[in-house]
């Protein structure tokens, strides 16, 4: 078993639509990351969380460091949004990130 | 800024060919990376640097090498190709510290037939 699943593994969606894409992990972590991989294969960094919550623009993103748990949340999809988004976790005293397989993003116009 | 760049973009190797895939960094970033990303995978270490002249293994190091000459760069080397290695490299660097982002390069394909 994966040390971070995410799910699904891929989604499609409608213009406008409310996502979510969900992570989860087996690990102690200190730090959770969301990266979001183009359709070139260039890589960005979202955020980094290690608790509660953080918005930018339409992104949200949240943590639950009890039941290790995290989620991405979109608003107001756009055909833009199309990517893969890839959650990673930093877990304390190492120099590594562990990485989810990601999850292919959607959005129809 | 440029931010991380690699080279090249595309390579086609034979099997048992040598090559060296270059990463180069201007953010004076003291930790930098290396990963490989296979089709339906996440992304795996291969090695990282935390400076100049430190290099340490990841989780995937085999049928490869690394060195550290300076801050800015941090190339790979495949010394005896292998369809194995047919994969997306990517090289990545950041500032020390667990909440710090990875600064990631394009990434180069990499096929070995």
């Known amino acids: 078993k994966n040390e971070v699943e995410q799910s699904p593994q891929n989604l499609t969606a409608q213009e406008g639509e409310f996502i979510t894409i969900n992570c989860s992990y087996s690990v102690g972590i200190s730090a959770l990351h969301w990266l979001q991989q183009h359709p070139g294969g260039g890589i960005v960094s979202l955020f980094m969380?290690?608790?509660g919550k953080k918005k930018h623009g339409r992104l949200i993103a949240t943590i639950n460091i009890q039941e290790k748990h995290s989620s991405l949340h979109i608003t107001a999809s756009h055909p833009r949004d199309s990517a893969v988004y890839i959650c990673?976790?930093?877990?304390?005293?190492?120099?590594?990130?562990?990485f989810g397989a990601g999850t292919r993003l959607t959005v129809k116009p | 800024n440029a931010g991380v760049t690699q080279t090249p973009k595309f390579r086609i190797l034979k099997i048992g060919q040598s090559m060296t895939l270059q990463c180069t960094q201007d953010?004076?970033?003291?930790?930098m990376y290396w990963y490989r990303q296979d089709p339906g995978m996440g992304l795996k270490l291969i090695y990282y640097?935390?400076?100049?002249?430190?290099?340490d293994k990841g989780e995937v190091p085999n049928g490869y090498n690394v060195s550290r000459s300076t801050t800015e760069d941090f190339p790979l080397r495949l010394e005896l190709a292998a369809p194995s290695q047919t994969s997306v490299y990517f090289c990545?660097?950041?500032?020390?510290?667990?909440?710090?982002?990875?600064?990631f390069g394009d990434g180069t394909r990499l096929s070995i037939l």
């Open positions: 953010m004076n970033h003291n930790y």
């Open positions: 990545a660097s950041s500032y020390p510290g667990v909440s710090q982002p990875q600064h």
């Open positions: 640097s935390v400076g100049a002249g430190i290099t």
């Open positions: 969380l290690s608790s």
């Open positions: 990673a976790v930093r877990s304390g005293g190492n120099n590594d990130m562990r």
